[in-house]
C-alpha cells in the first residue's frame, strides 16, 4: 500500500486529450508512476467534454493516490491557462513546479533543489529542456539509453537524437505563495503560444529582477540558448547555473498531427498582441545591438564559475533544421519533401 511520507513537491500538469489521448494518457500514466515512487503529488487540470478517452484518464489516474484532477468544462479552443490554474486549486504543498506531460520523469532534480532550499539564493528556477527526436525517445523508452547517457551523447554532438534546446521552457520550480500571488496564469491567452512568456515575466516583475533595457518585443526563437535575444535573451539569463550544471530536462517526441493550422496561427498571433499589450510599460524599446545575444555573457559566467568553456560548445550550435537529427532515409526524404 502506498503510504506519504515527505511529500514536499506537487507537479501541476494540463491535460487536452483532443489529439494522442491514447498517447498522452500513456504518458500521464508514467508520470504519475515516476511521481509516487518520489512522493510527489501531481495535479492536473483535464479538458473535460465527458468524452471517452476523457473518462477514460479520470479512471486510470484515480488509481493513483498521489494525483488529484480538476475538471474544466471544454471550450472551442483549449486555454493551457486555466487548466493549470484548476489544477493550481489543489495544491497542498509550499513548492509547485510547472510542467508538461511530454516530460520524462524525473523530479530528483527538483527535490534537491527543495532540501538544498533553493528559495534562499533562486526566487524560482527555470530549467533547460531538451526535446528528443523521436529515435531519441524510442531508445529512452525502451532502456536502451538511460538520462544520462543521452545527455552525454548531446554534449557530444549526437545530433540524431535530438530535435533542439529549450533555455528558456516553461518547466519552472517555485513557491505556491508566488504562483497565487501573481494571479496565476492570464486566461485571456487562448490556444497555444506565450501565456507561459507572461507567466515567467509577471514572476520576474513580482521579484523586481527585470532589467531595464530588455528588448522584449522581438520574437525570434533560436535553436542555441546563447542566441536568444528579446525576452527570451533575459528569461534564458536566468537558467545560466543549469546550463552550467548541465541539470536538463528531457522533452519526448510527439508528431504534430496537423494541429498547427490557420485558428493555430491565428490564436498564436493573437496572443503575440496581448502579450506585447500587457508588458508595454516595461519594454518600450526594441534593442538590437552587436551584443544582442547571451554568448558573452555566458563565457563569462562559466570562466566566473572555473569552469572550462569548452564543455559546453554544443550550446553555441545553431544550425537550423532537422533533418540530420532524422533516423531513417524515409523520413529524411519525407522531411524534404515537405519541406
Same mark, same amino acid.
Given at each position: 500500500?502506498?503510504?506519504?511520507?515527505?511529500?514536499?513537491?506537487?507537479?501541476?500538469?494540463?491535460?487536452?486529450?483532443?489529439?494522442?489521448?491514447?498517447?498522452?494518457?500513456?504518458?500521464?500514466?508514467?508520470?504519475?508512476?515516476?511521481?509516487?515512487?518520489?512522493?510527489?503529488?501531481?495535479?492536473?487540470?483535464?479538458?473535460?467534454?465527458?468524452?471517452?478517452?476523457?473518462?477514460?484518464?479520470?479512471?486510470?489516474?484515480?488509481?493513483?493516490?498521489?494525483?488529484?484532477?480538476?475538471?474544466?468544462?471544454?471550450?472551442?479552443?483549449?486555454?493551457?491557462?486555466?487548466?493549470?490554474?484548476?489544477?493550481?486549486?489543489?495544491?497542498?504543498?509550499?513548492?509547485?513546479?510547472?510542467?508538461?506531460?511530454?516530460?520524462?520523469?524525473?523530479?530528483?532534480?527538483?527535490?534537491?533543489?527543495?532540501?538544498?532550499?533553493?528559495?534562499?539564493?533562486?526566487?524560482?528556477?527555470?530549467?533547460?529542456?531538451?526535446?528528443?527526436?523521436?529515435?531519441?525517445?524510442?531508445?529512452?523508452?525502451?532502456?536502451?539509453?538511460?538520462?544520462? #547517457?543521452? @545527455?552525454?551523447?548531446? !554534449?557530444?554532438? *549526437?545530433?540524431?537524437?535530438?530535435?533542439?534546446?529549450?533555455?528558456?521552457? =516553461? +518547466?519552472?520550480?517555485?513557491?505556491?505563495?508566488?504562483?497565487?500571488?501573481?494571479?496565476?496564469?492570464?486566461?485571456?491567452?487562448?490556444?497555444?503560444?506565450?501565456?507561459?512568456?507572461?507567466?515567467?515575466?509577471?514572476?520576474?516583475?513580482?521579484?523586481?529582477?527585470?532589467?531595464?533595457?530588455?528588448?522584449?518585443?522581438?520574437?525570434?526563437?533560436?535553436?542555441?540558448?546563447?542566441?536568444?535575444?528579446?525576452?527570451?535573451?533575459?528569461?534564458?539569463?536566468?537558467?545560466?547555473?543549469?546550463?552550467?550544471?548541465?541539470?536538463?530536462?528531457?522533452?519526448?517526441?510527439?508528431?504534430?498531427?496537423?494541429?498547427?493550422?490557420?485558428?493555430?496561427?491565428?490564436?498564436?498571433?493573437?496572443?503575440?498582441?496581448?502579450?506585447?499589450?500587457?508588458?508595454?510599460?516595461?519594454?518600450?524599446?526594441?534593442?538590437?545591438?552587436?551584443? #544582442?545575444? @547571451?554568448?558573452?555573457? !555566458?563565457?563569462? *559566467?562559466?570562466?566566473?564559475?572555473?569552469?572550462?568553456?569548452?564543455?559546453? =560548445? +554544443?550550446?553555441?550550435?545553431?544550425?537550423?533544421?532537422?533533418?540530420?537529427?532524422?533516423?531513417?532515409?524515409?523520413?529524411?526524404?519525407?522531411?524534404?519533401?515537405?519541406?
Amino acid at each position: 500500500m502506498y503510504e506519504k511520507n515527505n511529500e514536499v513537491l506537487t507537479c501541476i500538469v494540463p491535460i487536452d486529450l483532443r489529439r494522442r489521448p491514447k498517447d498522452i494518457i500513456s504518458r500521464a500514466f508514467n508520470l504519475s508512476m515516476a511521481a509516487m515512487k518520489d512522493d510527489v503529488n501531481i495535479s492536473f487540470g483535464l479538458n473535460y467534454s465527458n468524452d471517452r478517452y476523457e473518462n477514460l484518464f479520470i479512471k486510470k489516474m484515480s488509481t493513483f493516490p498521489n494525483v488529484v484532477i480538476e475538471l474544466v468544462k471544454s471550450k472551442k479552443e483549449v486555454n493551457l491557462s486555466s487548466l493549470r490554474n484548476a489544477a493550481f486549486t489543489n495544491v497542498s504543498t509550499d513548492d509547485i513546479v510547472l510542467l508538461d506531460v511530454d516530460i520524462y520523469p524525473d523530479f530528483s532534480l527538483f527535490i534537491k533543489e527543495i532540501k538544498n532550499r533553493y528559495y534562499e539564493n533562486n526566487n524560482f528556477i527555470i530549467y533547460p529542456c531538451l526535446y528528443l527526436s523521436k529515435f531519441g525517445s524510442k531508445s529512452l523508452t525502451n532502456n536502451k539509453l538511460s538520462i544520462s #547517457d543521452l @545527455l552525454g551523447r548531446y !554534449f557530444l554532438f *549526437y545530433r540524431v537524437y535530438f530535435l533542439h534546446l529549450a533555455s528558456p521552457s =516553461s +518547466i519552472t520550480l517555485m513557491k505556491r505563495s508566488a504562483y497565487k500571488e501573481i494571479g496565476g496564469f492570464n486566461e485571456h491567452y487562448i490556444g497555444h503560444g506565450y501565456e507561459d512568456f507572461d507567466f515567467l515575466i509577471r514572476l520576474c516583475k513580482f521579484y523586481s529582477i527585470l532589467p531595464e533595457d530588455t528588448d522584449s518585443f522581438i520574437d525570434k526563437p533560436s535553436r542555441s540558448p546563447l542566441f536568444a535575444i528579446g525576452y527570451r535573451r533575459f528569461l534564458g539569463r536566468l537558467c545560466f547555473s543549469k546550463l552550467l550544471n548541465k541539470e536538463i530536462l528531457l522533452h519526448m517526441y510527439h508528431d504534430k498531427h496537423q494541429c498547427e493550422n490557420d485558428s493555430y496561427h491565428e490564436h498564436k498571433m493573437n496572443n503575440f498582441s496581448l502579450f506585447k499589450s500587457e508588458h508595454y510599460v516595461f519594454f518600450k524599446n526594441e534593442v538590437s545591438g552587436v551584443n #544582442d545575444t @547571451l554568448i558573452s555573457e !555566458f563565457i563569462n *559566467y562559466v570562466s566566473e564559475n572555473n569552469c572550462s568553456i569548452h564543455d559546453y =560548445s +554544443i550550446y553555441f550550435e545553431n544550425k537550423p533544421g532537422h533533418v540530420d537529427r532524422l533516423d531513417t532515409f524515409k523520413r529524411r526524404l519525407r522531411f524534404l519533401l515537405n519541406g
